[in-house]
């Protein structure tokens, strides 16, 4: 299983919106939003990192008010 975080930049006044779509889809399991260089936070997870990204670009990308995203892997150890 691999596991990924997702900063997300949004447009300003969009914050909740984006969070409440982007905290439905299936491989999101937290979602936090935040203060600083970065609006939110998604942790992900699937079958592998690929999974990951695939939701990221055809999902969260897609989402109105999304400007940028930061995807980081989790390691295995």
């Known amino acids: 299983m691999a596991v990924g975080y997702v900063l997300i930049n949004v447009s300003p006044g969009k914050e909740f ?43 969260i990308r897609q989402i109105d008010g999304v400007t940028d995203t930061k995807t980081l892997a989790g390691a295995e150890i």
């Open 17 to 59: 919106d984006v969070y409440q779509q982007a905290k439905e889809l299936d491989a999101v399991i937290d979602a936090t939003l935040l203060f600083g260089d970065y609006d939110l936070i998604l942790k992900m997870e699937a079958e592998n990192l690929s999974g990951i990204a695939a939701v990221v670009v055809e999902h």
